[in-house]
């Protein structure tokens, strides 16, 4: 029997590769499977994976500031993305762009309608209508976070 590879197989259509390679390899690995996700029109995966990734990249970028304890509960988990990202629109020592601010909301939406609305199913307009504001913010978290530079 021979195994099957799990290699990640993309075009780069949502996330481009040189946003992310040498960065770590979970993110490595999860923009590969947004791209490859939406390509094989996984619509649903790929809204689950970006509001994964998104969640992540804030969780660093706050890690980075040494800023973390204002997105943890009393207990020392983290927050849910809904918390972390309302602090994230007014963290001043985060510092994020206009831009990403305005946009958090809706990268949350669209991961948590895929994940938790029964009669939802995510379509290519509901990825591909914030695709680039959304790689935009991401470019801008691995910033924030130093995993680019």
Do not use: W
């Not at 995510?122 to 209508?129: L, N, P, Q, T």
């Amino acid at each position: 029997v021979s195994e099957k590879s799990e290699e990640i197989i993309s075009d780069d259509l949502i996330l481009p590769e040189f946003d992310f390679m040498g960065t770590r390899g979970f993110i490595e690995s999860i923009s590969k499977q947004i791209n490859a996700s939406y390509e094989n029109n996984l619509f649903d995966g790929c809204a689950v994976l970006m509001r994964r990734l998104l969640e992540i990249l804030l969780i660093l970028s706050y890690e980075k500031q040494g800023i973390e304890s204002q997105i943890k509960n009393s207990d020392g988990s983290y927050k849910l993305l809904n918390g972390i990202a309302a602090d994230a629109k007014t963290n001043s020592t985060l510092g994020l762009s206009r831009n990403t601010k305005d946009n958090l909301e809706k990268f949350r939406l669209v991961g948590n309608f895929s994940a938790h609305k029964i009669y939802y199913t995510a379509k290519r307009k509901d990825i591909s209508g914030i695709s680039q504001e959304y790689r935009a913010s991401i470019e801008e978290l691995l910033y924030k976070s130093g995993l680019i530079k």
